[in-house]
């Protein structure tokens, strides 16, 4: 069978039609993104900036208690990540499998409700429900399960979990869902047919097939936790910082090449996890699968 | 101090539906900016300058309105919408927490004010008394020896504690580190509030050489964070607030009974049902002012730069001085108490009243003394840095 000719009208439109997303990533994302990088190597002459090529804000960074926060980011986003899979992935399958499709969407859009109200306020409302005098201490006070508040509810690890899981997760549901939905349902039943138990067919079909979902998942939660500024603050307690506040401090004493090279490692950071991914899945295969859906 | 972190989105989205519900008030308003017929003065403010939308009086003196828009308060937001987001073509006056100077001036984003175009600046005696050229409280309007803002505000800042849990009066510092407390103080998260009274408390105790908490030695400020970090470790605090809403919850909720805080929050707190006191504390207090600073443009008609003149005038004048100290309960400019009293129409007996108590109460502070905040002090890199450490501990 031969290729059908390409129209070169068609192909000039198609080129124009490109033309304004390469436009818009050109001068939104990418130049924006060369010039922090090019800032990083900068120095600093008084309030000024000074083009130059030294490496003292990558040392600092690389050197300082900043390094640190980066670690803790890169860990608590990572956790966040994997406690998110660990809720949305049953939740995905449930809908994929066992709910007709009508209703899972209906599901499905009810995970979009909370985001509908402000992010900021709905992590304020944690503070109130996980503090000391709050609802859950109280109720806790009065079945008698603990004689007092429990202390590490709020201004802890766990609830800057809390906050994270319940702000990233319903973003990975839906990937998860697209992919199981997507996977072919004749394997499933053929690995029954020869003799594997459900949870083998789990593992050896459903799984493995449904992995373009859980890393597209994975770096909805990831990015989404690792990026966030504001969960850390209002439940975090004393100090608890991610990267993004870090970066923040720096600009308020306006050290912008040290700014800069904190968040140049941080893009490099998610480059090389994006890297990965599309190393280790073909992303055509997610996509497809969307593109099927959505016809 | 306030929006000492910028101005958060809950803040924001707060002003936004207030906003909306105060439409009927902007139409009013709108309609007196209407009647201003030679022009508005915009106006650049963190939220603290806003005397209920209301600028008739200048208005009707000037001819001129006010738009005023919100502005955040951490230097790099300033800086960044001076110069990147062109607010100096687009704002003639910003009112912001003084002391930002340095940076200003030498990235030559506001002028030298003319004093003397000012007839009420001769009339506050409070610029001579608290912030006189020489004095720590220069720094706050002042710049190489000029004069650069116009003091809007001054207060003294300590911190709030709840009595019934504290089991009576605090009158140091040291009860934001006493262990009879570990677990129930929480601290503002900024070293030129936190920092500096820690430093007030070390000094006066004591208990580490800190020559001048005004303008420390990168040594001492060491000292204040190793502190700092020594009483983290013993779990003495419970949270580091970065927000007006979330402190006052902090004291509401009892989350805390020890905070580093604002004056302003107590009321809250008070209004709320909440037993809390603002501490008069032995050391002496954080002492700051805002300034309002004219934007410099080149490009500023010679009228519109009388306009901004004349509305630094009547920010210095009895009205608005009364007006704000009623609002946000901050002490303004002298004129304000007796033209509180002397105008029934404007404000009630009990208004003047607390505008009395509330001017008296700020100047007793500053007759105290304790330390001038720095906004801008001479190792300010030091300090951001040290208190990365202590966040990070």
Known sequence: MSARAVDPVERAGGQAAMALPAAFVTFFLLIPLALTIVVSFWERAGFKLKPAFTLASYLEFLGGVRLLVLERSLVAAAISTAIGLAIAYPIAYYLARHVRRELARSVLFLFSVPFLVNYVIRTFAWTYLLGRTGPINAALLATGLTDASVDWLLFSDFSVQIGFVTSYMPFMVFPLWLSISGIDRRLTEASWILGANPWRTFLRITLPLSLPGIFAAAIFGFVGAFGDSAVPIILGGVGYQMIGNS???????????????????????MLALLGIWFLAFDLRSFLGKILRWRV | MLFGQGISRRTLLRQSIVSAAALPLITRLSSQALAATKGTVQFADIGVGDPGGDWSKYTAASGYGVNLVAFGNAPSAILNVLIAGGGQGTYDIINIVGGMQKPLVENNLIDEIDTARMPNWAKDSFVQKFLAPGTPGFDFIGYDNKIYGVPTVIQGDSFAYLPEATGGELTSYGALFDPKFKGYVALEDNYTTAGQKTALYLKAAKLATINDPHDMTPGEIKAVVDFLIEKKKEGQFRVIWNSFEQSVGLLVNKEVYVMDCWEPMVFVANSKGVKAVYAKPAEGYLLWAMAAYIVKNPN?????????YALLDFMLGGWYGAKITSLRG???????????????????????????????????????????????????????SEWARFKAA
Do not use: C, H
Request: zero cysteines; hydrophobic letters at 40%; proline letters at 3%.
């Open chain 2, 330 to 384: 901050y002490m303004t400019n002298p004129q304000a108490v007796d033209y509180a009293k002397a105008n029934s129409g404007d404000f009630s007996a009990d208004e003047a009243a607390k505008v009395e108590a509330i001017t008296k109460g700020v100047e007793a502070k500053l007759a105290q003394g304790g330390t001038w905040q720095n906004r801008w002090p001479t190792n300010v890199e030091t300090y951001e």
């Open chain 2, 300 to 308: 500023r008609s010679k009228e519109q730069t009388d306009a901004a």
């Open chain 1, 247 to 269: 970066i923040t401090s720096t600009l308020d004493v306006l050290n912008y090449p040290l700014a800069a090279a904190m968040s140049s490692v941080v893009i490099v950071a």
